[in-house]
C-alpha cells in the first residue's frame, strides 16, 4: 500500500477563521461574522496551528491581526498594528467555532507590548498537557 507523503493536497473551499470586519477593532475573541460583510486586510488570522484533542475534536490556535486603537489602518500598517493568539474549537475540523478569551495576549508576552505570533503548540509529557511557543516583540 503506498502511503501520501504529504505531497497531495485538497483545497478546502470554506474559510476555517473569518477575519473581523474593519469596523470592528478590539472584537472579542469569539465574535464571529459573516463571510459577506467588507473586509479589506484592515484585520487578519494568520499562522494556523491544529492540533488533536485527547477527547476529541481538535483546536486551532492562529494569531489575530488588529489595528491599534489610533492607527485604524491595520494590518496594512505593519508597524501600526497589534496581535494576540486566539482558539477556536472543532469537532470534525471543517467548521470551526471561535472560543472565549485570548490564549496569549501581547501585553502577557514578556518581551511585547504590541506583537505575539507564531504559536507552535506541542504535547508536552501527556496528552493533556501542552506547551506553546511563540514570537513576541515590542515593535517593529
Same mark, same amino acid.
Given at each position: 500500500?503506498?502511503?501520501d507523503?504529504?505531497?497531495?493536497?485538497?483545497k478546502?473551499?470554506?474559510v476555517?477563521?473569518?477575519v473581523?470586519?474593519?469596523?470592528e477593532?478590539?472584537?472579542?475573541p469569539e465574535a464571529?461574522w459573516?463571510?459577506?460583510v467588507?473586509?479589506?486586510?484592515?484585520?487578519?488570522?494568520?499562522?494556523? #496551528?491544529? %492540533?488533536?484533542?485527547?477527547?476529541?475534536?481538535?483546536r486551532i490556535y492562529?494569531?489575530?491581526?488588529l489595528?491599534?486603537?489610533r492607527?485604524?489602518?491595520?494590518a496594512?500598517?505593519?508597524?501600526?498594528?497589534?496581535? #494576540?493568539?486566539?482558539s477556536?474549537?472543532?469537532?470534525?475540523?471543517?467548521?470551526?467555532?471561535?472560543?472565549?478569551?485570548?490564549r496569549?495576549?501581547?501585553?502577557k508576552?514578556?518581551?511585547?507590548?504590541?506583537r505575539?505570533v507564531?504559536?507552535?503548540? %506541542?504535547?508536552?509529557g501527556? #496528552?493533556?498537557?501542552?506547551r506553546?511557543?511563540?514570537?513576541?516583540?515590542?515593535?517593529s
Amino acid at each position: 500500500m503506498t502511503i501520501d507523503p504529504g505531497a497531495v493536497w485538497n483545497k478546502d473551499t470554506a474559510v476555517a477563521i473569518e477575519v473581523s470586519p474593519d469596523t470592528e477593532c478590539n472584537p472579542q475573541p469569539e465574535a464571529q461574522w459573516s463571510p459577506k460583510v467588507r473586509c479589506t486586510d484592515v484585520c487578519g488570522a494568520v499562522d494556523p #496551528r491544529v %492540533i488533536t484533542l485527547p477527547n476529541g475534536g481538535y483546536r486551532i490556535y492562529y494569531t489575530q491581526i488588529l489595528p491599534q486603537l489610533r492607527f485604524p489602518c491595520g494590518a496594512n500598517d505593519y508597524g501600526n498594528e497589534t496581535t #494576540r493568539i486566539l482558539s477556536a474549537f472543532s469537532i470534525g475540523a471543517h467548521i470551526w467555532n471561535p472560543e472565549s478569551g485570548m490564549r496569549l495576549a501581547p501585553q502577557k508576552a514578556v518581551s511585547g507590548e504590541l506583537r505575539v505570533v507564531s504559536s507552535e503548540v %506541542i504535547p508536552a509529557g501527556s #496528552r493533556s498537557l501542552l506547551r506553546m511557543y511563540y514570537e513576541s516583540c515590542a515593535g517593529s
